[in-house]
């Protein structure tokens, strides 16, 4: 049974997770991560909405929507990380916990990928454990609202 929702919100290009530079990003597909994400919700007692898009606009929409219908949110923004503000401003309007992931270590890449504006408004930020940094991340959320949930 679940006490809390959750959006795992996937940024673009990682809908080709499994065959783009898997010396980087590993073999999984995407498809392997939602299950991931389900399994580890199930045990931890979060509901998982699963999401992905190229679409900048369209993972705005996703986060406007799910203010009323989530707890928290885990966003792996790929490269809209270190390029969108909307994201960042969109994820502080809702108000809810975010935990920030990435597959790869982005300390240990190319200099651009060092900044990332959502860091900012994110409650946790998870890189460099491939997609097991899912499951590190859901269960991060899953403290943060239990903790929140005591208080």
Partial sequence: M????????NGPNLNLLGTREPAIYGVETLDDVAKLCRDAGERLGLAVDFCQSNAEHQL?????????????IVINPAAYTHTSVAIA?????????????????????????????????????????????????????ATILKNRAAK
């Fill in 89 to 141: 401003d969109a994820l502080s309007a809702i108000g809810k916990p975010v935990v920030e992931v990435h597959i790869s270590n982005v300390h240990r890449r190319e200099a651009f990928r060092h900044h990332s504006y959502v860091s900012a408004v994110a409650d946790a930020i998870i890189v460099g454990c491939g997609t097991q940094g899912y499951i590190f991340a859901l269960e991060r959320m």
């Fill in 60 to 72: 705005i929409d996703w986060l406007h929507a799910a203010r009323t219908k989530v707890d928290g």
């Fill in 2 to 9: 679940s006490f809390a929702s959750v959006l795992v919100l």
